[in-house]
Structures are given as C-alpha cells and as structure tokens.
C-alpha cells in the first residue's frame, strides 16, 4: 500500500495558480496517481488521474516526474470555490480493492479574496 | 445518467441502537465500497463489496457489517451504536473491470450517535 505525503494546509488568493505536490516513495509499478477534491459535507469528487508525464484536463493539471515518486497537481486561476480539501491518492486501478482508496488527511486549500 | 445515491442524508441514533445505511451506485458500476468520514479526517476505509460478497476489509470492528443486493446496491449495518459513530458515511462505486477514472462518491449520510 503506497503511502502519501501532503502538506496540511495552503492559502492563495485568487486568480493565482496553486500547486499541491504530493510525495510517494513506494509507488509501484502499476500504481496510477489519482487526485480528490471534497467539499464539506460532500464525498470527495475525481479531479485527475495520471501514470507518468503530464496530463491536463479542463479542471487541473497533474505533473509526473520520471522516477514517480511525487506528484503536483496544479490549479490554474483559483477562485473562491476551490477552497476545498485536495487528496492524492496511489494505486493500481486494475486491482479494485482498499489499495486504491486509501486517503490519507489531504491538502487543505483556502482561497482568499 | 444517476451518480451514487444514499439515503439517508441525515441519522440520529441513540447509542446503543442499530442503523443501515443504503446506497445505490452510479448505472454501469459493479462495485460498492464504504468509508466512515470523521470530523476533519481523511475517509477510512470500512469494506468493499463485489458479487454480493465483501471483498475487502478495514480495520473496522464487527459491528459494522454489510450487504449487497443483485441489482449492485449496498447496505451498510451499524450495531450497538457508540458516540465515536458519529461521522459521515460515505458511499463509492466502480466497475470491477477497472478504475481508470477514479471512483465515484456519494453524497455521504451524516449519523449522530447522542
């Protein structure tokens, strides 16, 4: 079970871009690198998903380095209602199972006005 | 196209007693896992379940106990409720074939145990 390092907390104001680097020593091979975003009150929702590189979608982007042993999300422009907890999350998603939902305590965003 | 569906939204037990908890998952999705959600923590993974059969386990005390019906929906039992079961109880869904693409959550029922 690939564990994850995150900071506790960030703050940004809006219309900046926000960087959330999560770390993972003991991913394996197979592991794939998912992000969350929840809202209180709300199960977390699927941000990004991604093996190696970069991948971008309308919402963020995620950064793989080559040896894998971290990951960045990036959220470009934040506003207000990106103030959320964000959690990385590490797991081979061909083998459904705990391995790919372990959270850890996530990355608590706040956006200032 | 219905996401995860759980009912209810809101519980409040007194301890001592029993709750189920149900949820229905998103249409194509075979899978059903639980997670018990404290204030301010992560969510914890209670068990998951497959082919009406629980899979996977957390380290979660008997009490906690489930169920999973032929059309893919879920229960999941609580007994001898204690205050500590105060959280919120998270429902996820997926395919068995894989979860590229994450997984998809519920809304969560908030239970108070008083």
């Known amino acids: 079970l690939a564990k994850t390092t995150q900071p506790i907390s960030m703050d940004s104001y809006e219309g900046q871009e926000v960087n959330i680097t999560c770390s993972h020593n003991?991913?394996?091979?197979?592991?794939?690198i998912t992000w969350y975003q929840q809202f209180p009150s709300q199960g977390p929702r699927f941000i990004i998903q991604?093996?190696?590189t970069k991948v971008t979608n309308e919402v963020a982007s995620l950064f793989i380095p080559a040896d894998r042993k971290s990951s960045t999300l990036s959220l470009p422009r934040v506003s207000l209602s990106d103030t959320a907890v964000y959690y990385c999350?590490?797991?081979?998603?061909?083998?459904?199972?705990?391995?790919?939902?372990?959270f850890g305590t996530g990355t608590r965003l706040t956006v200032i006005p | 196209d219905a996401g995860v569906t759980q009912s209810p939204t809101h519980l409040i037990k007194t301890r001592g007693q029993q709750v189920t908890l149900r949820c229905s998952p998103k249409?194509?999705?075979?899978?059903v896992s639980w997670y018990q959600q404290a204030l301010g923590q992560g969510p914890q993974f209670i068990f998951q379940?497959?082919?009406?059969?629980?899979?996977q386990r957390g380290n979660f005390p008997d009490r906690f106990s489930g169920h999973q019906f032929p059309n893919y929906s879920s229960e999941l039992n609580v007994n001898a409720l204690l205050l500590g079961d105060s959280a919120l109880y998270l429902c996820?869904?997926?395919?068995?074939?894989?979860?590229?693409?994450?997984?998809?959550f519920g809304s969560g029922t908030r239970l108070t145990v008083v």
């Open positions: 991604g093996y190696k």
């Open positions: 249409s194509g999705h075979d899978t």
């Open positions: 003991n991913i394996a091979t197979n592991d794939y």
């Open positions: 379940y497959y082919e009406e059969e629980e899979r």
């Open positions: 996820a869904s997926s395919w068995s074939g894989g979860a590229l693409g994450g997984y998809t």
């Open positions: 999350l590490v797991g081979d998603p061909d083998q459904t199972g705990a391995n790919n939902l372990f």
